[in-house]
């Protein structure tokens, strides 16, 4: 008889993770094709409505006139050649749009646009070299130069924002470019690079091992994840897919239970997200239980996106570590570094992959340890969308 030999389906060792590529994130889907004149979808109304304090006639009609705006300056500025310094819009209405010129004879063509001209001293073609000697020149300055730079038509400068003015000046003078034409002002303002917290992407404990994140919650206002406990101890280093620092596990328990959670830092973003390894995401809307006989799909860093069924609720299983308790038997595949993964049926969390028998190839048995007991542990909420 064939022996089943039963492991957990854990943290691969540093060799193995190595010579597997992390999946990096995923970047949500646009469509650059899209016509700027296309109905906008209610999602974007309702954001405006939120975000701008528009009502949904005010945010239509805003959209409608900037799309008008766009198709005027793209026509504008091929009229004006170098003499084109720039444009913005200045409110909701269709004559908005407010194009800069070097050249005052312009301007009868930019009102017959339907746009307002306004005569300025530098073109866009000049400001955008200030910005691009600014960006020479930072390659060998301390980062404390400046924060960001950036070409404000508004005003026909370049503005450079840093905590430390005296050093942004010294980086104006290092890159030769017009000082007239740069506007230094102090700001707090430091940019960073963002990234997602998404449920089936691989993470890193330390330097040893790679696991899967299951879940994004949080606890109050501290962002993080659930796992698997077994990939855990208190206190260790969470490195994400990138290798960019994370975090650090709260808490953790296994064997009894095979549960964990870690905060992340600022650079993290949690979202209600699970990869489906198939170019987008799963949107997690809660965490009902499903019932024996349910599909149920899994997302991991080694194996992807694998589909089976609930065949058992509440099994214990006996790993060499211990016995562990309340696990939600499938017939989902699953293989080493998918450990932590996320079990979902439809848009409803239901665990994180804790172990099981056989693999991907010859098919096998997986375990799971339900997501609400974690949630319930360390007083967490789901992150759903």
Not at 166 to 174: K, M, N
Not at 189 to 204: I, L, N, S
């Amino acid at each position: 008889m064939l022996r089943r030999r039963t492991v957990i389906a854990g943290c691969a060792l540093v060799v193995t993770a190595l010579a597997t590529v992390a999946t990096p994130a995923l970047a949500e889907p646009s469509n650059s094709s899209a016509s700027s004149t296309s109905t906008p979808s209610p999602g974007m109304i309702e954001a405006m409505q939120r975000d701008l304090g528009l009502s949904a006639g005010q945010a239509d009609t805003r959209l409608a006139n900037e799309a008008k705006a766009m198709n005027t300056d793209a026509k504008v500025r091929a009229t004006l050649g170098e003499a084109y310094a720039g444009s913005w819009v200045s409110g909701v209405t269709s004559d908005s749009l407010i194009v800069a010129t070097t050249d005052a004879s312009k301007a009868g063509a930019i009102l017959s646009a339907g746009a307002q001209p306004t005569i300025v001293a530098r073109n866009l073609a000049a400001l955008d070299a200030t910005e691009a000697a600014l960006d020479k020149a930072a390659a060998g300055a301390p980062a404390s130069a400046a924060s960001l730079w950036y070409v404000d038509v508004r005003t026909n400068s370049v503005v450079v924002l840093a905590s430390d003015t005296a050093a942004a000046e010294r980086l104006v003078a290092a890159s030769g470019a017009d000082k007239s034409a740069v506007r230094v002002e102090r700001s707090s303002e430091a940019p960073q690079t963002f990234y997602d917290v998404r449920g089936g992407d691989a993470y890193y404990i330390g330097s040893s091992a790679r696991c899967s994140i299951g879940f994004s919650v949080r606890k109050g206002s501290t962002p993080g994840f659930v796992d698997a406990g077994h990939c855990a101890t208190v206190g260790s280093t969470v490195y994400g897919y990138n290798h960019v620092l994370m975090g650090t596990f709260q808490g953790y328990s296994f064997p009894g239970h095979d549960y964990s959670w870690a905060a992340v830092n600022s650079n993290w973003t949690v979202r209600p997200w699970v990869n489906n390894y198939s170019g987008g995401n799963v949107t997690v809307s809660g965490s009902s239980v499903a019932a024996v006989g349910s599909s149920i799909c899994r997302s991991g860093s080694t194996t992807g996106w694998h589909c089976g069924t609930v065949q058992q609720l509440n099994t214990s299983v006996r790993y060499s570590q211990g016995t562990v308790s309340g696990l939600t038997r499938t017939n989902v595949c699953a293989e080493p570094g998918d450990s932590g993964g996320s079990f979902i049926s439809g848009s409803q969390a239901q665990g994180v992959t804790s172990g099981g028998s056989g693999n991907c190839s010859s098919g096998g048995t997986t375990y799971f340890q339900p997501v609400n007991p974690i949630l319930s542990a360390y007083g967490l909420t789901l992150v759903t969308g």
